[in-house]
């Protein structure tokens, strides 16, 4: 699994989902790698790109190259207790 994440100019709402999702991650003990995208313009713009949404911002979660969704949807999957099935894993 992975999420998009970001280190710089981060705004305490984007930096709470973010922890959110990796403490839940961790919680059900799903390993995962972060991808900074404040590391340059192009790792942001394939995340929008493969989003589907030329202003995403992060958190977004991929399993692989496979879009999920974004926090508000991790979220949702969270809720409904359907987290494995959000991420498309088995």
Known sequence: ??????????????????????????????????????VGGAVRDEMRSKSGNPTAIPPQ?????????NYDMFSEAVEADTVEQFLKIA
Do not use: H, P, W
């Not at 994440?5 to 995962?32: D, G, H, N, W």
């Not at 979660?61 to 969704?69: A, K, L, S």
């Open 1 to 38: 699994i992975k999420s998009t994440v970001t280190y710089v100019f981060c705004v305490s709402q984007v930096k709470s989902q973010q922890a959110e999702v990796m403490r839940i991650l961790e919680s059900k003990s799903i390993k995962y790698e972060l991808i900074d995208i404040s």
């Open 61 to 69: 979660i991929f399993n692989e190259d496979q879009y999920c969704g």
